[in-house]
């Protein structure tokens, strides 16, 4: 990732954080990471000491095929269903999502390699456990508001809150002539974890 890019998403994501004051911290159950910290059997993962910088992430949300290695934070592809692509991620949020379950919603980012805000093509949330010592990937989260055409920028999400078996998302969306720093448009939508998977709730405006 170029120093411009990490700039632009990083006034992106602390335009947002100012306005709402949240804090941010595709096979479902595969492993797809070796972080060197595996426990012994039946003893879980501290996902709080996981370089989250250095994990693999699906590839789907980004239209790839196969998972995405990260380095320090950043992988550069040659070829996706969006053409050449940066991807990265930012947070993760931690929480219980219940049964003494611990997660981790790392935020992941698929753009353009133009270095700018602007060229966001998708984002959303990977959901980690560390259930069994290793890490997995238990779900991807979306943004499932979907505006009326009018805005180039993608909507995106971040947490609101885990517990209880459910991921309450806040989402971001663009109206009418929002510069790509400042997405005015909210929603709320509730995942429940059923033990196998995310199924996402009604998705609720709370400001247009």
């Known amino acids: 990732m170029t120093r411009v890019r990490k700039t632009s998403l990083a006034v992106l994501l602390a335009a947002v954080l100012a306005i709402t004051g949240l804090?941010?911290?595709?096979?479902?159950?595969?492993?797809?990471?070796?972080?060197?910290?595996?426990?012994?059997?039946?003893?879980?993962?501290?996902?709080?000491?996981?370089?989250?910088?250095?994990?693999?992430?699906?590839?789907?949300?980004?239209?790839?095929?196969?998972?995405?290695?990260?380095?320090?934070?950043?992988?550069?592809?040659?070829?996706?269903?969006?053409?050449?692509?940066?991807?990265?991620?930012?947070?993760?949020?931690?929480?219980?999502?219940?049964?003494?379950?611990?997660?981790?919603a790392l935020q992941v980012w698929c753009s353009n390699q133009g270095g700018t805000a602007a060229g966001e093509l998708a984002e959303g949330l990977v959901v980690f456990s560390g259930a069994g010592g290793r890490l997995h990937v238990l779900g991807t989260l979306?943004?499932?508001?979907?505006?009326?055409?009018?805005?180039?920028?993608?909507?995106?999400?971040?947490?609101?809150?885990?517990?209880?078996?459910?991921?309450?998302?806040?989402?971001?969306?663009?109206?009418?002539?929002d510069a790509d720093c400042c997405p005015s448009g909210r929603a709320l939508t509730s995942w429940h974890w059923n033990?196998?998977?995310f199924k996402p709730g009604r998705t609720v405006i709370t400001r247009s």
């Open 23 to 104: 804090t941010l911290g595709l096979t479902t159950g595969t492993a797809l990471a070796s972080t060197g910290l595996a426990q012994p059997a039946g003893q879980s993962l501290n996902l709080h000491h996981v370089k989250w910088g250095d994990v693999a992430v699906p590839g789907g949300l980004c239209r790839v095929g196969h998972p995405i290695q990260l380095h320090n934070g950043d992988a550069r592809l040659k070829h996706s269903g969006f053409g050449p692509l940066d991807v990265s991620e930012t947070g993760p949020a931690y929480g219980n999502l219940g049964a003494g379950q611990q997660v981790a």
């Open 142 to 177: 979306t943004p499932q508001f979907r505006p009326h055409a009018g805005h180039v920028h993608i909507p995106f999400v971040a947490v609101k809150s885990i517990g209880g078996e459910h991921i309450v998302t806040t989402e971001f969306f663009y109206t009418g002539s």
């Open 195 to 197: 033990g196998h998977s």
